[in-house]
C-alpha cells in the first residue's frame, strides 16, 4: 500500500461529511488544517462553553466526533486513514493529524458513511418496544475499537442516573452564566450553528428523567407516555485528552450504528459538567472503573412522528485554515 495525499476535492468532501458531526450545543469547536504530510485537527477553543463544560471535556469530545466522520468520510472515498492523537506537546488545541492511505472501504465504514446524513439528534420520547440485545452488542462492539465501553443501565438502576441529572438541572437553572450560554446557542433563527427551536422538545414532566433544557422549545413530542428510551453510559478508562478524543470517536461511531440500524438516539452530558454529579454517575453505574463521557438515549421513534429537521452547520470554509 503506498501512502499518498488525496486531493483537494476530495478533502473538501470528507470535510464536509465530518462537519455533519454532533456537538455540544451545535458549537462546532473545530478547525481544520490540510498539510503535505496529513489534515490536523485544531480545537476551536474561541466556542468553549465554560460554564455547560468546564473542564472542556464536551469540546474535545465532540471534535473527536467530527475526526470520527471525517475518516469515515474519507474511508468512504477509497482513503484508510491512521492518527497520531495530540501530537504536539507544546500545542494542546491540536488535537489529532490524520494520515492517509489508497484501500477500499470496509462494508461497516460504508454503512457508517451512508448513516452521517440521515443522524439527528432526537430530543422526543421514544416507544417503550425494546432496543434488541443483538443492537446493544453491536454498538458496545464499535465504542471498544477506540478503548470505551458502553454500559446500559437497566431500569432498576435508572434513579442512579436520574439522581445527578436533577441535581444539575435544578443547580443550573440558578447559575446566570449557563442560563446566557444556553440563550446564546439556542433558540428560534439559527442560520450556522447552535440549537434550533425546532429541534428542542418541552422540558420533561415532573418525575420523568430531566434532560437538558434549550431555549423556546417548539418541538413536538409525539409520544404522550413515558420515555421508552433505553440509557448507555459511554465510559472510558482514562481521562486525558488523548482519551477523550477517542471517546468522542467512539460516540461517532455508536451513533451511526444506531442510525444505521433505525434507532433514534440523543446525547446527554448535562450533569458531566457538574463534579460531585460526574463522580456520582462514575461510582454508581461504572463503580469507578471507567470515567463516564456522555450518556446516549437509544430507542425507537414513534412510525408517524415526522423526520426532524437536521440542524444548521457552519460553511466548510469557515472551519478550514489553508
Ligand atoms: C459532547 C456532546 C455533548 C452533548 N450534550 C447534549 C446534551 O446534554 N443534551 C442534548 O440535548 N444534546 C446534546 N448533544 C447533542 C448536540 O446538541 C447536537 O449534536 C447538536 O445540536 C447538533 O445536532 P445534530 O446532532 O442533530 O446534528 C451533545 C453533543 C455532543 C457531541
Redesign the pocket.
Known sequence: MLSAIPDRETIDIALGLAVRA?????TQPWRWRPTATGIQLFADTGRHLTATDPFQR?LI??CG?ALHHLRIGLAALNWSTSVDYCPDPTDPSHLATVHTTRQRPSDTQIEQAAAILLR??D?RRYLTQPVPAGHIRSLAGRVSAFGAAVRQVPDLLLPHLADPMRRAATLHTTDRDYQAEIARWSGPDRATDG?PSR?APAPRRVGEIP??SFAQPTLIDTIDQPDGAQWLVVGTPRDDRRAQVRAGEAISALLLTATGLGLAT?????PLGVLDARQEIRTRLLHDCAYPQ?MVRVGWSAGHAAPLA??PRRPVQEVLEV
Open positions: 454532533p456537538s455540544v450545543h451545535n464536551s469530545i465532540s466526533a439527528r439528534t430530543r440549537v429541534n434532560v437538558r440523543s446525547l446527554q452530558t448535562e456522555a437536521e440542524t
